[in-house]
């Protein structure tokens, strides 16, 4: 263990100083939810994906449609990374999606795209596990802190283990079915959907436990561009012991997409790109 250094004498008033949030987001964009709740009762059901167990699928969405994910059978969590259909380079941003709306998602909170387009690719609108807030652990729902399981991780905790099943190679696999090129390095950290993490006190280790998501919970997306979804079965299951491996016992997701007629769209268009003008101040 490393030397712990002498605290200064005024060690207690340097910690009481009050924290500042780094980004208020009263700035923001407005988000429209009662647009967004009207357009989605007069959109229909297109499509309906199911994501087998410790497996990922791909789906597509356009722009003003909205996806739902579904846990269908039994407690399961999924890894979430979005791309911009029309340039897969544009991906979901969880870092910054973090340091705007914080570690867990909720209702009215946004997924950000990738430097330099910074937009919102698809707003949260519904949340059946909205109840959960904070548990005792400092424990919640849908997380963007974690990164996604994956099979190199792996490789250097198991002293060698090969597992081709992890979240990372299950969304590579997907996004190279759905006709992407170079997939793996377009794969990016993730939303746990339905997966309860937090920090824990004493160390400030990235924990999870088992998630509690029940048989017929959902959460469902506004899209604000068109965007291919790519969901991965998470080889943890519920997470409540271990992921990389098949000891958890692991159930489907489902994923059902709803196109809107462009007239419930009237008024509404897909948010443009960052106008940062990428000089940089050379
Ligand atoms: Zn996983």
């Known amino acids: 263990m490393p030397d712990i250094p002498q605290p200064p004498q ?3 008033a340097r910690r009481a100083v009050a924290p500042v949030i780094c980004y208020p987001v009263d700035t923001l964009p407005a988000v429209d939810l009662g647009l967004m709740a ?3 009762a007069s959109a229909t059901s297109v499509s309906r994906v199911m994501v087998p167990p410790r497996d990922g699928r791909a789906f597509r969405v356009p722009a003003g449609g909205f996806f739902r994910i579904t846990c269908p059978e039994g407690p399961q969590v999924g890894d979430l990374n979005l791309f911009s259909a029309a340039d897969p380079t544009e991906r979901f941003y969880s870092g910054k999606t973090r340091a705007l709306h914080g570690t867990h998602l909720g209702v009215g909170d946004r997924m950000w795209s990738s430097f330099p387009y910074l937009r919102p690719m698809a707003t949260l609108v519904e949340d059946t596990l909205g109840w959960y807030g904070v548990d005792a652990f400092g424990g919640r729902v849908h997380d963007v802190i974690g990164t996604r399981c994956d099979p190199y991780t792996h490789w250097v905790l198991s002293d ?3 597992y081709h099943h992890c979240c990372h190679s299950n969304l590579t696999r997907a996004l190279s079915d759905e006709g992407v090129t170079g997939a793996e390095a377009l794969v990016h950290d993730v939303l746990n959907v339905f997966m309860c993490t937090g920090f824990t006190q004493d160390t400030g280790q990235y924990f999870m436990k088992a998630s509690p998501v029940r048989t017929g919970d959902y959460l469902e997306f506004f899209a604000e561009i068109d965007l291919i979804g790519v969901l991965s079965a998470c080889p943890g299951g519920d997470c409540g ?9 692991c159930h489907p997701l489902q994923v059902d997409v709803y196109e809107t007629p462009a007239e419930a769209l009237a008024g509404w268009a897909p948010p443009v790109v960052n106008g940062y003008d990428r000089t940089h101040g050379r």
Request: net charge negative; no cysteine.
């Open 10 to 12: 005024d060690a207690d």
């Open 241 to 249: 012991a271990e992921h990389s491996s098949d000891v958890a016992a």
């Open 38 to 40: 009207r357009s989605r």
């Open 160 to 162: 060698g283990d090969q």
